[in-house]
């Protein structure tokens, strides 16, 4: 495995287990089994070795859903279950707070949050278009609060409960979502 790849992997394991605030060059060298010469060689900063760890899981879970649902057509039942699952994983509700905290230290974080939500709004439009439809960029904001939102919700209680109440409200959007959606001009 390149060293890159170790690091990228210890951060993760270290990001999940115990937080950003635990996320140091020091815990990560140790664990990556790397000095911190060459974790700060790969990562010069804790932002970039956090911005490369979310780049990493997005791959990961792309590749995951695409062999997941690559054998289905896409319609609104299936692009309703990529979208439920998402905030069920563990992964993506950690990273969307330890990145909400490493906002608070760093700010230059900010353009690359905005461009990280443009890039969702933009790969959940392109669902959308791929079933036939398209839907206004209002809409696409509300399906991404909801989905932060049910995440934020199963992370804090973490229950079967807290799930069962994730899927509804995923599922009651994505409702919405279908209702303000208008076929594509042919």
Request: a negative charge; proline letters at 3%; charged letters at 25%.
């Amino acid at each position: 495995m390149k060293t890159k790849d170790k690091i990228l992997d210890a951060a993760l394991s270290v990001l999940m287990e115990n937080g950003f605030q635990a996320l140091t060059q020091t815990r990560i060298a140790e664990a990556a089994n790397v000095s911190q010469g060459n974790l700060t060689y790969h990562f010069p900063t804790r932002t970039d070795l956090l911005k490369s760890v979310v780049e990493e899981i997005k791959r990961r879970m792309t590749a995951i859903r695409k062999a997941q649902f690559e054998e289905k057509i896409l319609d609104w039942s299936v692009l309703e279950d990529i979208l439920v699952s998402l905030p069920l994983s563990k992964n993506m509700p950690q990273l969307m707070l330890a990145l909400t905290v490493a906002r608070d230290e760093d700010p230059t974080l900010a353009e690359w949050f905005a461009n990280s939500d443009l890039e969702m709004r933009q790969n959940l439009r392109n669902l959308i278009e791929r079933i036939g439809y398209q839907v206004d960029e209002d809409a696409l904001h509300f399906m991404r609060a909801t989905l932060v939102g049910a995440a934020l919700i199963h992370l804090q209680q973490n229950s079967e409960t807290s799930a069962s109440v994730a899927r509804g409200v995923i599922k009651n959007a994505c409702n919405y979502l279908k209702q303000q959606a208008t076929p594509l001009a042919v």
